[in-house]
């Protein structure tokens, strides 16, 4: 065997033992051993870009105030029988201040009761805020929240922790939560969806117990990573759902293949090497695909822990999925053999006729007319796009259900939106005390006055709103002693003197348009213009972490985008051997891709459907959601492109008939492509049941956009583009056919090639003649007419074959009442050339015999063949010499 994938998977089958129980040791160890500390491992979102002015500003109020948002958690407290005036209330807050001071790693309490700071109470004083200052890094500070809340479970006043590490922590545990929930609500789905695929519980079996194996290890390396990378949550799920779908596909499309080489040969071994040789390969490069394309998402947004993670654990279980494939199912199929079948609770299916199947007709009816359907597939995905005009991003929120999320909600009723999500100017001087001269304080008045007037801006608080009613000069001549009866100026000068933090409460919505424009003007106008000195000045808060994220993100957007096409292009070039396959697969998925995004959109933007999903809409979504939804779709979608079109190009270099190949590739792949993309969207479907919104989004968004290409794109697109190109999808020049690496599906038949000249289009030179595969046999067959059936013969292929039909789609088109839109096929088979009648209404006649249904009857020289009953459809078998190329009719 001279093909490096037969050659391999005979070596499977001569160690399938060993194989086998080597991949079930591993197994063990990776379930047993490292993958149920996996979630302990990873930490919450990371959606801060390293190194931005928000990190820089954050960074300072920590160190100078205790005052870090990413680290500081809120309590919220709220009474409705009494005001924070009243004793037991009071008596309530300074409690749970006590108590929460006692968690090991709080650094400081601050309450109404402290300062009287007016902040901190909302307006009708039925409700109050502690800010707790928690000391470590993210995931430590998170691990504290549990604590805090244990610490004031005494507490009769209702109370809810919130902040950005209480949401974190949320995240994390609902992460966990909703990984359980649709794993098992998954796989009983999956398992049922097999069972109607494949017919049996053995084979159904199969790709399922692959999927679980293939999470698992991969779960397994997340943990080992995530102990000396930091590494998302997000990793955990998205790998799973991904891992799961991938695992499942892959093992359908290798027990499929399998399944049908079984069918023609007694030996499952050699069914086995035929499998791996075509299928094998196939699920190779599809992972490969998506390994690469992950891989270059993962090194282009390294220092940005969340999209990174996600794009490393998709990166790890499509790997994971493709060993297995090539390990452990070869091995499993080899013992199995013929049992693959065991335990039938379905009938078989009944097998169609060659060139009769549904999906053949299907293809065969769009590619009679390809430009009606290419245009209606266009206007349905463009109308699917239209709202992405409309696309907003926020950061991700805590799920709705938890406390985090609950205390969020009260806290933006009682004291408005944004009161907890200030946008932060830190004016930072390098020397001591510093901050005590005229032109520091002339700075920090200068910027809270241009803050106070800007009409995006509710309220300003700095060292200067608490001296109302001194002049600029006054202002600027100040010293600590005139604020030591003011114990609440600490919070907007630190002790050194030598940092001063302006808060700026917004109007609109802290993701809002306005909001963002605020911290670009503070940024690029307002601050330099008052900052005639040249101190460091660092703009932060909610509203500048996300907008340094997205812009760390999205300016690298257009380099993934680039590098994962070129990824894509340069494995289907070498695969196809072919310049339109490519360019064609990247179009489909750019305008499948853009459909799905504007679904999104539709659903959690819009909150269509939303009760249905069990989410509050925010009017946005989550800013990662796009850049991993397109490397993961662009990245699916060649895995059935591949698929697809590795079966076109065997069965176009067996005839050289371009619509025929397409129509018997579609017939042999659709319906697994359909069965696996009907898996694939249960998988995905299945994570929109849980909290977590970004991971309800990008499941949603793989499952609708898997829809869009296995039905619109596969099933339409591709056939009616394939015809309108012709042989041109085959062609590539002849100096790159040469220096191109080639990959290929298996094993190529090794009939005779002849020289058919390339296609030129009218007006453009003549192209250099490419090889296509054709047999080459003595005669070729011919139907004559009868005298009554009027106009000129027809010459059969060498190849191939025709359809006879009423429909215009089949290559002898007859036009005649009594004929059925696909009433018969004539091909070339072992024998001769056959007949065979495709279920007509009014059947097939060969010497005033009529034909069984779908039994093929091979013609001899001088046979009278009638289609129907009418005289204009009766001709004469004949056969001649062949030519070089025999054309179709």
Same mark, same amino acid.
């Given at each position: 065997?001279?093909?490096?994938?037969?050659?391999?998977?005979?070596?499977?089958?001569?160690?399938?033992?060993?194989?086998?129980?080597?991949?079930?040791?591993?197994?063990?160890?990776?379930?047993?051993?490292?993958?149920?500390?996996?979630?302990?491992?990873?930490?919450?979102?990371?959606?801060?870009?390293?190194?931005?002015?928000?990190?820089?500003?954050?960074?300072?109020?920590?160190?100078?105030?205790?005052?870090?948002?990413?680290?500081?958690?809120?309590?919220?407290?709220?009474?409705?029988?009494?005001?924070?005036?009243?004793?037991?209330?009071?008596?309530?807050?300074?409690?749970?201040?006590?108590?929460?001071?006692?968690?090991?790693?709080?650094?400081?309490?601050?309450?109404?009761?402290?300062?009287?700071?007016?902040?901190?109470?909302?307006?009708?004083?039925?409700?109050?805020?502690?800010?707790?200052?928690?000391?470590?890094?993210?995931?430590?500070?998170?691990?504290?929240?549990?604590?805090?809340?244990?610490?004031?479970?005494?507490?009769?006043?209702?109370?809810?922790?919130?902040?950005?590490?209480?949401?974190?922590?949320?995240?994390? *545990?609902?992460?966990?939560?909703?990984?359980?929930?649709?794993?098992?609500?998954?796989?009983?789905?999956?398992?049922?969806?097999?069972?109607?695929?494949?017919?049996?519980?053995?084979?159904?079996?199969?790709?399922?117990?692959?999927?679980?194996?293939?999470?698992?290890?991969?779960?397994?390396?997340?943990?080992?990573?995530?102990?000396?990378?930091?590494?998302?949550?997000?990793?955990?799920?998205?790998?799973?759902?991904?891992?799961?779908?991938?695992?499942?596909?892959?093992?359908?499309?290798?027990?499929?293949?399998?399944?049908?080489?079984?069918?023609?040969?007694?030996?499952?071994?050699?069914?086995?090497?035929?499998?791996?040789?075509?299928?094998?390969?196939?699920?190779?490069?599809?992972?490969?695909?998506?390994?690469?394309?992950?891989?270059?998402?993962?090194?282009?947004?390294?220092?940005?822990?969340?999209?990174?993670?996600?794009?490393?654990?998709?990166?790890?279980?499509?790997?994971?999925? *493709?060993?297995?494939?090539?390990?452990?199912?070869?091995?499993?199929?080899?013992?199995?053999?013929?049992?693959?079948?065991?335990?039938?609770?379905?009938?078989?299916?009944?097998?169609?006729?060659?060139?009769?199947?549904?999906?053949?007709?299907?293809?065969?009816?769009?590619?009679?007319?390809?430009?009606?359907?290419?245009?209606?597939?266009?206007?349905?995905?463009?109308?699917?796009?239209?709202?992405?005009?409309?696309?907003?991003?926020?950061?991700?929120?805590?799920?709705?259900?938890?406390?985090?999320?609950?205390?969020?909600?009260?806290?933006?009723?009682?004291?408005?939106?944004?009161?907890?999500?200030?946008?932060?100017?830190?004016?930072?001087?390098?020397?001591?005390?510093?901050?005590?001269?005229?032109?520091?304080?002339?700075?920090?008045?200068?910027?809270?006055?241009?803050?106070?007037?800007?009409?995006?801006?509710?309220?300003?608080?700095?060292?200067?709103?608490?001296?109302?009613?001194?002049?600029?000069?006054?202002?600027?001549?100040?010293?600590?002693?005139?604020?030591?009866?003011?114990?609440?100026?600490?919070?907007?000068?630190?002790?050194?003197?030598?940092?001063?933090?302006?808060?700026?409460?917004?109007?609109?919505?802290?993701?809002?348009?306005?909001?963002?424009?605020?911290?670009?003007?503070?940024?690029?106008?307002?601050?330099?213009?008052?900052?005639?000195?040249?101190?460091?000045?660092?703009?932060?808060?909610?509203?500048?972490?996300?907008?340094?994220?997205?812009?760390?993100?999205?300016?690298?957007?257009?380099?993934?985008?680039?590098?994962?096409?070129?990824?894509?292009?340069?494995?289907?070039?070498?695969?196809?051997?072919?310049?339109?396959?490519?360019?064609?697969?990247?179009?489909?998925?750019?305008?499948?891709?853009?459909?799905?995004?504007?679904?999104?959109?539709?659903?959690?933007?819009?909150?269509?459907?939303?009760?249905?999903?069990?989410?509050?809409?925010?009017?946005?979504?989550?800013?990662?959601?796009?850049?991993?939804?397109?490397?993961?779709?662009?990245?699916?979608?060649?895995?059935?492109?591949?698929?697809?079109?590795?079966?076109?190009?065997?069965?176009?270099?067996?005839?050289?008939?371009?619509?025929?190949?397409?129509?018997?590739?579609?017939?042999?792949?659709?319906?697994?492509?359909?069965?696996?993309?009907?898996?694939?969207?249960?998988?995905?479907?299945?994570?929109?049941?849980?909290?977590?919104?970004?991971?309800?989004?990008?499941?949603?968004?793989?499952?609708?956009?898997?829809?869009?290409?296995?039905?619109?794109?596969?099933?339409?697109?591709?056939?009616?583009?394939?015809?309108?190109?012709?042989?041109?999808?085959?062609?590539?020049?002849?100096?790159?056919?040469?220096?191109?690496?080639?990959?290929?599906?298996?094993?190529?038949?090794?009939?005779?090639?002849?020289?058919?000249?390339?296609?030129?289009?009218?007006?453009?030179?003549?192209?250099?003649?490419?090889?296509?595969?054709?047999?080459?046999?003595?005669?070729?067959?011919?139907?004559?007419?009868?005298?009554?059936?009027?106009?000129?013969?027809?010459?059969?292929?060498?190849?191939?074959?025709?359809?006879?039909?009423?429909?215009?789609?089949?290559?002898?088109?007859?036009?005649?009442?009594?004929?059925?839109?696909?009433?018969?096929?004539?091909?070339?088979?072992?024998?001769?050339?056959?007949?065979?009648?495709?279920?007509?209404?009014?059947?097939?006649?060969?010497?005033?015999?009529?034909?069984?249904?779908?039994?093929?009857?091979?013609?001899?020289?001088?046979?009278?063949?009638?289609?129907?009953?009418?005289?204009?459809?009766?001709?004469?078998?004949?056969?001649?010499?062949?030519?070089?190329?025999?054309?179709?009719?």
């Amino acid at each position: 065997m001279k093909d490096p994938f037969a050659r391999y998977a005979a070596a499977i089958v001569r160690l399938r033992w060993p194989v086998l129980i080597g991949c079930i040791v591993v197994v063990a160890l990776a379930g047993g051993l490292f993958a149920p500390k996996a979630n302990a491992a990873v930490k919450s979102a990371g959606v801060t870009a390293p190194n931005s002015e928000s990190v820089k500003a954050d960074s300072l109020l920590e160190t100078q105030f205790h005052a870090s948002t990413h680290k500081n958690a809120i309590v919220v407290f709220r009474y409705p029988d009494a005001t924070v005036d009243d004793g037991f209330y009071q008596s309530q807050v300074t409690s749970a201040a006590a108590a929460i001071r006692g968690v090991k790693h709080v650094t400081s309490v601050e309450t109404y009761y402290d300062y009287g700071d007016p902040s901190l109470v909302s307006p009708d004083k039925h409700s109050t805020l502690a800010v707790v200052a928690l000391e470590g890094d993210e995931g430590a500070v998170e691990d504290l929240v549990p604590h805090v809340r244990d610490a004031i479970r005494f507490l009769t006043i209702q109370h809810w922790v919130t902040g950005r590490p209480a949401g974190g922590y949320d995240s994390h *545990v609902s992460s966990e939560a909703d990984l359980q929930r649709s794993e098992m609500f998954t796989l009983p789905v999956i398992l049922l969806l097999l069972l109607l695929v494949f017919r049996t519980v053995v084979s159904a079996l199969v790709p399922l117990i692959l999927g679980v194996v293939s999470i698992v290890v991969a779960t397994a390396l997340i943990y080992l990573i995530a102990l000396g990378i930091n590494t998302s949550n997000f990793a955990l799920n998205t790998g799973s759902m991904i891992g799961l779908g991938l695992a499942i596909d892959y093992s359908l499309i290798i027990v499929s293949r399998f399944r049908e080489e079984l069918a023609k040969t007694p030996d499952h071994h050699a069914a086995l090497v035929a499998t791996m040789a075509t299928s094998g390969r196939s699920i190779t490069y599809s992972g490969l695909t998506v390994m690469l394309a992950m891989a270059a998402l993962t090194l282009l947004t390294l220092p940005l822990m969340m999209v990174r993670s996600i794009a490393m654990g998709v990166m790890l279980v499509a790997g994971i999925s *493709v060993l297995v494939g090539l390990t452990m199912l070869p091995a499993m199929l080899a013992l199995l053999g013929r049992r693959i079948d065991a335990l039938r609770i379905l009938p078989r299916p009944r097998t169609p006729v060659q060139d009769a199947g549904i999906w053949y007709r299907i293809s065969q009816a769009v590619m009679g007319h390809p430009w009606r359907w290419l245009a209606l597939c266009l206007l349905v995905l463009g109308t699917l796009a239209f709202p992405i005009h409309e696309l907003t991003m926020n950061l991700f929120a805590p799920p709705s259900s938890y406390e985090s999320n609950l205390g969020l909600d009260v806290l933006k009723q009682e004291f408005g939106a944004n009161q907890a999500t200030p946008i932060q100017v830190v004016i930072h001087t390098s020397t001591a005390g510093g901050a005590w001269t005229p032109e520091f304080l002339g700075t920090v008045s200068a910027v809270t006055d241009a803050a106070q007037g800007d009409s995006r801006v509710d309220k300003v608080a700095s060292l200067k709103s608490l001296t109302p009613n001194v002049s600029e000069s006054q202002f600027e001549a100040l010293k600590p002693d005139a604020f030591k009866d003011a114990p609440l100026a600490s919070k907007f000068i630190n002790t050194s003197g030598d940092t001063a933090v302006i808060y700026l409460q917004l109007k609109n919505d802290q993701f809002s348009s306005q909001s963002e424009n605020l911290v670009y003007d503070l940024r690029r106008t307002i601050v330099p213009a008052h900052n005639q000195h040249g101190y460091q000045v660092e703009v932060g808060g909610e509203t500048a972490t996300f907008i340094d994220f997205r812009d760390a993100l999205y300016s690298r957007f257009p380099l993934i985008v680039l590098t994962v096409t070129v990824i894509v292009f340069a494995i289907m070039l070498m695969f196809f051997q072919s310049i339109f396959l490519p360019i064609k697969a990247i179009l489909l998925n750019l305008a499948s891709i853009l459909a799905t995004m504007g679904v999104l959109v539709v659903v959690f933007q819009h909150g269509v459907g939303h009760q249905l999903l069990g989410f509050d809409p925010k009017g946005a979504i989550t800013v990662v959601t796009p850049a991993i939804l397109y490397v993961i779709l662009f990245s699916l979608s060649t895995d059935y492109e591949v698929f697809m079109l590795s079966r076109v190009r065997e069965y176009y270099t067996e005839t050289g008939d371009n619509q025929l190949a397409v129509s018997r590739g579609l017939q042999r792949t659709a319906g697994v492509i359909t069965a696996a993309a009907v898996i694939l969207i249960g998988t995905f479907g299945s994570f929109t049941t849980g909290a977590q919104l970004t991971i309800k989004e990008i499941g949603l968004g793989l499952a609708v956009g898997v829809l869009l290409d296995a039905s619109l794109v596969r099933v339409i697109m591709v056939p009616a583009t394939m015809r309108l190109m012709g042989r041109w999808n085959w062609w590539a020049p002849g100096w790159l056919t040469r220096i191109l690496p080639k990959l290929s599906e298996g094993p190529a038949p090794e009939p005779a090639s002849v020289r058919v000249p390339a296609p030129a289009a009218d007006g453009a030179p003549r192209l250099a003649a490419q090889t296509v595969v054709l047999a080459t046999p003595a005669t070729v067959g011919r139907l004559v007419p009868v005298e009554e059936a009027p106009g000129r013969g027809v010459r059969l292929p060498a190849r191939g074959g025709i359809g006879v039909g009423r429909d215009r789609v089949n290559e002898l088109s007859l036009q005649v009442t009594g004929v059925s839109r696909f009433h018969a096929r004539i091909q070339p088979g072992p024998r001769g050339y056959e007949v065979t009648d495709l279920r007509s209404l009014n059947g097939v006649w060969v010497n005033g015999e009529r034909l069984p249904p779908e039994v093929a009857c091979v013609l001899r020289p001088g046979d009278l063949i009638a289609f129907g009953n009418s005289a204009q459809t009766r001709f004469r078998f004949e056969e001649e010499p062949a030519g070089v190329a025999t054309p179709v009719p």
